[in-house]
């Protein structure tokens, strides 16, 4: 069995960087792009309510996000499992569990977005694109910090 240690100050430093990524990828990056394609209507500002009622969501999501691939990233490290450590720097494996989490769980859900719910590639590289800056972000947390 692995020995996994999840470093909870890292997770938490990691829910609220990537809150904060998303603020800024949502709001002033690519908010007016984002929102047309999801047809809002940009004259109007939602109500406090959905603001505060997506931003808590936002922040459980976040956490379990980070959690769990802080536990993946764990399941793999050889040391986990009383091996000798990586060659790799830890920024190098930071960079490789970002992209392989990408390639394998979200590229395919957000490519579900344009064949199944008839999304824009526009809106399409809009999300991916936060899903990958996201998960390089955590990842880099989780294993500068480990």
């Known amino acids: 069995m692995p020995n996994i240690h999840i470093n ?10 990537n809150f904060i990524l998303g603020f800024i990828w949502y709001t002033p990056l690519f908010g007016k792009a984002w929102g047309k394609e999801m047809k809002f209507d940009m004259t109007k500002k939602p109500p406090a309510s959905a603001m505060i009622k997506g931003m808590v969501f936002m922040v459980i ?3 379990f996000m980070a959690y769990v691939f802080a536990h993946n990233i764990a ?3 050889p040391t986990s499992w009383g091996q000798a450590p990586s060659p790799m720097s830890p920024t190098g494996n930071a960079f490789m569990a970002a992209i ?4 394998g769980f979200f590229l395919p859900t957000d490519l579900g977005t344009v064949a199944w719910e008839m999304k824009s590639w526009k809106f399409f590289f809009i999300n991916t694109g936060y899903h990958l800056v996201s998960l390089v972000l955590v990842a880099l947390i ?3 910090m480990h």
């Open 8 to 17: 909870f100050l890292a997770v938490l430093i990691a829910v609220i960087a």
């Open 142 to 144: 989780l294993l500068n």
């Open 100 to 103: 392989f989490t990408w390639l």
């Open 75 to 77: 399941a793999w490290d």
């Open 61 to 63: 999501g976040n956490f």
